[in-house]
């Protein structure tokens, strides 16, 4: 499907995707990369501008949000401020013609899912952020949806409450088996949760994969800069076999995993995550071994973030754990520096 508010720019522009029963989905992307109004087209608060939508092989093109059979829950929790939890959670039901004694065991059933068991007189305005939200889950899950979409739904939150719904989330979806599909710009958030990932960028999907997949095996520059942190080498593939590449770059040459269609000629952008970077290594021991000046060491509890001058420029990025005897690394030393050839990706050169 494809989206445009004014004929000329393409919000979201020939999505082709699949997700299956019983999985969740993220769509990661930056703002205004499209993945929220591809949730709000799913939902049906918005239209295609082309193409079809299909749940279980039905398509819902021309039906409305509210017979969808969809649980939505926003960043802004959306709880109705006049009515209690409890009113709130009966509210769905109610519409849905439900009898009263049903509605009060599913309202139990889903505020004891959420672990907001005994509140159901609570006002909203009484329950804290992380609270709301929990209501805001339990309200969306209350009829029995097959699927429940997700909008940046702890944005509001502050870390540790994210952190904590964000497994209460996961939980929820391995005990009820519900398929989910999820927004955030969060990447973080998006590896704890997901089974499969997807990474937009101007209204296109770069890649969709599993967590693991998307930050170990990157096949676009923009989803290595986008997930996780990496050192993103300029340089010409001077030679490949059997999956891996001699490349060219600025102060010597470098040998990293082949991925795509890359030939000898080819521009290209090598990879290297900051945390596979070895100090001091046996000479030797690495594929990859450079002498580079230390710039700046930032202490971050567990690691050390150090900044490198390395092939030609000052943001050389390394992450080494904070152990007995780095402490002595300071501003303007030389040393020696190791990685192994598959711990860095040539990836297709592409200008942003």
Same mark, same amino acid.
């Given at each position: 499907m494809?989206?445009? +508010?004014?004929?000329?720019?393409?919000?979201?522009?020939?999505?082709?995707?699949?997700?299956?029963?019983?999985?969740?989905?993220?769509?990661?992307?930056?703002? !205004?990369?499209?993945?929220?109004?591809?949730?709000?087209?799913?939902?049906?608060?918005?239209?295609?501008?082309?193409?079809?939508?299909?749940?279980?092989?039905?398509?819902?093109?021309?039906?409305?949000? %509210?017979?969808?059979?969809? *649980?939505?829950?926003?960043?802004? +929790?959306?709880?109705?401020?006049?009515?209690?939890?409890?009113?709130?959670?009966?509210f769905?039901?109610?519409?849905?013609?439900?009898?009263?004694?049903?509605?009060?065991?599913?309202?139990?059933?889903a505020?004891?899912?959420?672990?907001?068991?005994?509140?159901?007189?609570?006002?909203?305005?009484?329950?804290?952020?992380?609270?709301?939200? =929990?209501?805001?889950?339990?309200?969306?899950?209350?009829?029995? @949806?097959?699927?429940?979409?997700?909008?940046? @739904?702890?944005? &509001?939150?502050?870390?540790?409450?994210?952190?904590?719904?964000?497994?209460? /989330?996961?939980?929820i979806?391995?005990?009820?088996?519900?398929?989910?599909? +999820?927004?955030?710009? %969060?990447?973080? #958030?998006?590896?704890?949760?997901?089974?499969?990932?997807?990474?937009f960028?101007? *209204?296109?999907?770069?890649?969709?994969?599993?967590?693991? $997949?998307? +930050?170990?095996? @990157?096949?676009?520059?923009?989803?290595?800069?986008?997930?996780?942190?990496?050192?993103?080498?300029? *340089?010409?593939?001077?030679?490949?076999?059997?999956?891996?590449?001699?490349?060219? $770059?600025?102060? !010597?040459?470098?040998?990293? &995993?082949?991925?795509?269609?890359?030939?000898?000629?080819?521009?290209?952008?090598?990879?290297?995550?900051? #945390? =596979?970077?070895?100090?001091?290594?046996?000479?030797?021991a690495y594929?990859?071994?450079?002498?580079?000046?230390?710039?700046?060491?930032?202490?971050?509890?567990?690691?050390?973030?150090?900044?490198?001058?390395?092939? !030609?420029?000052?943001?050389? /990025?390394?992450?080494?754990?904070?152990?007995?005897?780095?402490?002595?690394?300071? @501003?303007?030393?030389?040393?020696r520096? !190791?990685?192994?050839?598959?711990?860095?990706?040539?990836?297709?050169?592409?200008?942003?």
């Open positions: 494809s989206k445009t +508010y004014d004929g000329e720019h393409w919000i979201v522009e020939g999505l082709d995707l699949t997700v299956q029963r019983g999985e969740f989905l993220t769509l990661l992307g930056p703002s !205004g990369s499209g993945k929220t109004t591809c949730l709000m087209m799913l939902a049906g608060f918005e239209a295609p501008t082309r193409g079809d939508i299909r749940i279980a092989e039905q398509s819902v093109q021309g039906i409305a949000a %509210d017979k969808r059979g969809i *649980g939505v829950v926003f960043q802004n +929790y959306a709880l109705f401020p006049h009515m209690t939890v409890g009113g709130n959670l009966s769905p039901l109610e519409v849905r013609g439900m009898d009263k004694s049903k509605r009060r065991s599913r309202v139990q059933q505020l004891s899912l959420v672990r907001m068991s005994g509140f159901e007189e609570r006002l909203p305005q009484a329950l804290s952020g992380g609270q709301q939200q =929990r209501v805001a889950i339990a309200r969306a899950l209350v009829f029995e @949806p097959e699927l429940v979409l997700m909008d940046e @739904p702890l944005g &509001a939150l502050d870390r540790r409450l994210r952190e904590e719904l964000q497994f209460e /989330i996961r939980r979806h391995r005990e009820l088996g519900v398929t989910i599909v +999820y927004v955030t710009h %969060d990447q973080q #958030e998006a590896m704890v949760m997901s089974d499969r990932v997807a990474v960028s101007q *209204g296109r999907i770069e890649q969709i994969a599993s967590p693991e $997949v998307l +930050y170990e095996e @990157p096949t676009r520059s923009f989803v290595a800069r986008f997930i996780g942190e990496n050192n993103l080498v300029k *340089g010409e593939i001077s030679h490949v076999k059997r999956g891996v590449c001699t490349v060219q $770059v600025e102060g !010597g040459s470098m040998t990293a &995993a082949h991925l795509g269609d890359l030939a000898p000629g080819d521009r290209t952008l090598v990879a290297v995550r900051p #945390e =596979r970077i070895q100090l001091r290594p046996q000479t030797g594929a990859n071994e450079f002498i580079a000046k230390v710039e700046d060491v930032t202490f971050l509890g567990d690691h050390l973030r150090v900044r490198f001058n390395l092939f !030609g420029h000052a943001q050389f /990025i390394a992450k080494l754990p904070n152990i007995v005897g780095h402490g002595a690394l300071l @501003p303007g030393d030389e040393v520096l !190791g990685w192994a050839a598959l711990d860095c990706r040539a990836l297709n050169f592409e200008d942003t």
